[in-house]
């Protein structure tokens, strides 16, 4: 190998080695960041997503657009931001499908190699709600109904896989009650089923219930929280009524690829922190049903974890078996 040559490699891996510098220097964000709702417009996870983009566009000084890319409850869009660069570009933002998703099909990633948590933003509180005409004011006169009447109890939900579904089969598998399961388009049209006397009961998030609520056209009977909801503050939790370690709230958080480095994740958990921590914000998020929570990625992980092998005890036992 001649001088001249071993001199041109060596310039172009010095020029290499200052252009990495260069790229690892760049100010983050450099670009707009694309944030993933893995579901039609409309949604609780839509409506997060876009109350979100606007407050982290002015936290991070950078345009940040919603895309949705629904299909597959959630795992389409899941799985294009876990193949996704880890640059800070690119986030994803959760609902509880995602702590879901791997005991219901079998999935093309795994959370924990190709995601990243970085906050969990809110939770949405589940309500258990039965049509006036059931004779039953509080969930232990629900449930001794139910066993009187094996077969006669139905409950809606938004479908086959949602958190309103494995809440009604947590609680049956607890009970061993003969409880059926009518599946939804859908938490509205659950609402409306139980509030028209078709189905008796219905297990759903506060949003999707509110108006019928107020309306006096269906009774709840129990939140899914650990606490009280802010929006029901009259309605008992299970645990207070003797059910304890049956939550099942909904959740809303932002995820990024695992290749992000550790300084754009924590700066992106700053961000939201801030952004959740404004009265403002929050007020908007009680809208759509939920309560701002924050934490940091840790806590978000292992929360995530804790999620995953609750339910998935709940669907084995259930014997749903993975698509």
């Known amino acids: 190998m001649t001088l001249t040559l071993v001199q041109r490699i ?15 220097d760049a100010p983050y964000p450099s670009r707009p960041i ?4 893995p579901f039609a417009p409309g949604g609780p996870v839509d409506a997060g997503a876009r109350l979100l983009a606007p407050k982290l566009q002015e936290a991070l000084g950078a345009q940040v657009y919603v895309e949705n890319v629904p299909g597959g409850s959630g795992n389409i869009g899941t799985a294009q931001v876990a193949k996704a660069a880890g640059d800070g570009h690119t986030m994803l933002v959760i609902s509880s499908g995602f702590v879901v998703n791997p005991s219901m099909f079998k999935l093309t990633h795994d959370w924990e190699k190709d995601l990243a948590p970085v906050a969990l933003i809110a939770i949405a509180p589940q309500v258990i709600l039965v049509h006036p005409s059931v004779p039953a ?12 009447s094996p077969g006669k109890y139905s409950y809606g939900s938004a479908g086959l896989g949602t958190p309103g579904y494995l809440a009604g089969e947590m609680l049956r598998q607890r009970f061993g009650i003969d409880l059926q399961h009518v599946p ?15 189905t008796p009961m219905v297990i759903t998030t506060i949003s999707s219930a509110a108006g019928a609520i107020a309306q006096g056209a269906i009774r709840p009977l129990a939140v899914t929280s650990p606490q009280r909801s802010t929006t029901l503050p009259d309605v008992p939790t299970l645990a207070e009524q003797g059910i304890p370690d049956q939550e099942s709230d909904v959740i809303l958080g932002a995820l990024v690829p695992a290749t992000t480095p550790a300084d754009i994740i924590a700066r992106l958990n700053r961000a939201i922190g801030t952004i959740i ?6 007020q908007r998020l009680a809208v759509i049903g939920f309560e701002a929570v ?13 999620e995953i092998a609750k339910w998935a005890k709940v669907v084995r036992d259930a014997g749903i078996v993975p698509q």
């Open 10 to 24: 060596v310039g172009l891996l010095a020029l290499l080695a200052v252009a990495t510098a260069h790229a690892q």
């Open 34 to 37: 694309r944030l993933v709702a």
């Open 137 to 148: 004011h509080d969930m232990p006169e629900l449930i001794a109904l139910i066993k009187a």
């Open 184 to 198: 939804f388009q859908g938490g509205g049209p659950a609402v409306v089923s139980t509030v028209g006397g078709h």
């Open 277 to 282: 921590a404004d009265q403002e914000f929050a």
């Open 294 to 306: 924050g934490g940091t990625p840790a806590e978000f992980g292992a929360r995530i974890r804790t």
